[in-house]
């Protein structure tokens, strides 16, 4: 299993970003794929899962405000985020089968 997270950055409150990772090694469209974070001192957050089925699960913290999809034909997971706050400020990871990609920094700071 390999997982390839990109597109964190630098964005000011209230931006958007758009994360994508590109999973490869084993059967992507039949496996669940989630996003998860870890702030800076803080333990692992699940953030969102979507199933081979396409249902979508978020975590109350950023419900309303990310939007998680895929791409079977492409192999890639992408977790939209809106009206990001600081304490959304996280290493973001890719993650399925109990494997975790090497993540992507989101900063959000003025």
């Known amino acids: 299993v390999q997982l390839v997270e990109s597109g964190g950055g630098l964005v000011q409150p209230g931006g958007s970003l758009r994360l994508s990772c590109v999973a490869s090694?084993?059967?992507?469209?039949?496996?669940?794929m989630s996003w998860a974070r870890q702030a800076p001192g803080k333990g692992l957050e699940w953030v969102s899962a979507i199933y081979s089925n396409g249902r979508t699960d978020y975590a109350d913290s950023m419900k309303g405000r990310v939007t998680i999809s895929r791409d079977n034909a492409k192999n890639t997971v992408a977790l939209q985020m809106d009206s990001l706050k600081p304490e959304d400020t996280a290493v973001y990871y890719c993650a399925t089968r109990g494997t975790r990609g090497q993540g992507t920094q989101v900063t959000v700071s003025s």
């Open positions: 090694g084993f059967t992507f469209s039949t496996s669940t």
